[in-house]
């Protein structure tokens, strides 16, 4: 049996940033002027989700497509970032009219120099003001006059529903102003942020990612995620892989992932008027995916839903708090049982551990309280818990 994965050990040995198309020595990207306008209606941003066309009708899907694309793509950019390795690509979006672009941490991580280029054709420069590593997240300011900047709505991505349409657009490969459609596969999805320091590196979960089979290759990262509405949804930040081609390039297996747009509304203001976004802090670990049955009959008689506690922090905020981590050995190699299972969250179910990294991500700020319902010794009890920070 392969062990779970847990927050300690990074998923980013599965993931491969769909940010960065790192192609050191290549000139300057060109761009592509977007398709002109046709005499189809043109999608309005800020329509109310709706089911828009019939699935056999591929006409009227075709206009839905061509008239969003029309839409958005002014939008979207393409950021080439100078590094002392060489040079990287990425995408991003128009954010508002005061120049910010928002993108993906890792497109411009390390960069000594950053190109904004818009589908126009206009090249000016940027400048990075806010960084946010855990959701990976940066907010880009270029200087442009407001009739080169096209700023796209933000949606709602807690109405999101799986098996809805979404498309992303940006820029795969240094394949400028690039469409591409599919559903959202699943919600709350955890990955991992790595921190590293001076003389540490430091290993923190992601919460309300969004999963999705939306074709997303190196050099999309940053770029929207949007709805059949023109509203973006959310950052595409990685891929799945199986491996690499001969050539080193991901091999992409179909599942991508993006950071929620709701996340990143929390997080945007602070990063323009900080640079910086402080998240709350729980130091503890589990599993990234559902314990099998084997694993749940280790640690419970009757439970097989929850976040199973496997480590904490020492002197963290779990800790503080006296809940417990699994530390007695089983016939499973690795696994240890004994831990607290945490099935709820200030009233609200947790199924998964994403659940409650979810729920905190959006909802609480460090020195907020929450109370976290847990089976010990197969008895339900509360537990009332302050976070902590993370700290920038």
Known sequence: MNKKLT???????????AACSFIPGLSTLTTNAPAAATSQPVISSTAAPQVIVNPGDITAMDAVLTNLYQQINPGVVSIVAQTDQGEGSGSGFVYDLQGHIITNYHVVEGATAVEVDFPSGLKVDGEVIGTDLDSDIAVIKVDAAAADLHPLTLGD?????????????????RLNSTMTMGIISAKGR??????????????YAAGDTIQTDTLINPGNSG???LDLNGQVVGINRAIQTSGYTNSGDAINTGIGYAVSINIVKRV?????????????????????TDLT????????????????????????PADKAGLVAGDKPTSIQGFYSGGDIIIAVDGNPVHVYGDLVSYIFKNKQPGDTITLTIIRNNKQKEVQLTLGSRGN
């Not at 955890?190 to 290993?203: E, H, K, M, N, P």
């Not at 049955?293 to 963290?316: I, N």
Request: proline share 6%.
């Open 223 to 225: 770029g929207p995620l």
């Open 7 to 17: 927050i300690i050990l990074s998923v980013f040995t599965l993931l491969v940033l």
């Open 293 to 316: 049955l084997a694993e749940w009959r280790a640690v419970s008689d009757t439970q097989t839903t929850g976040a199973y506690v496997t480590s904490l922090t020492p002197g963290g």
């Open 268 to 288: 945007l203001p602070s990063l323009i008027d900080k640079g910086s976004y402080d998240y709350p802090y729980l130091g503890i670990s589990s599993t990234t």
């Open 190 to 203: 955890v990955l991992d942020s790595i921190r590293t320091g001076s003389d540490q590196v430091t290993a």
């Open 157 to 173: 991505s807690d109405k999101l529903q799986v098996g809805q349409v979404v498309v992303a657009i940006g820029n795969p490969f």
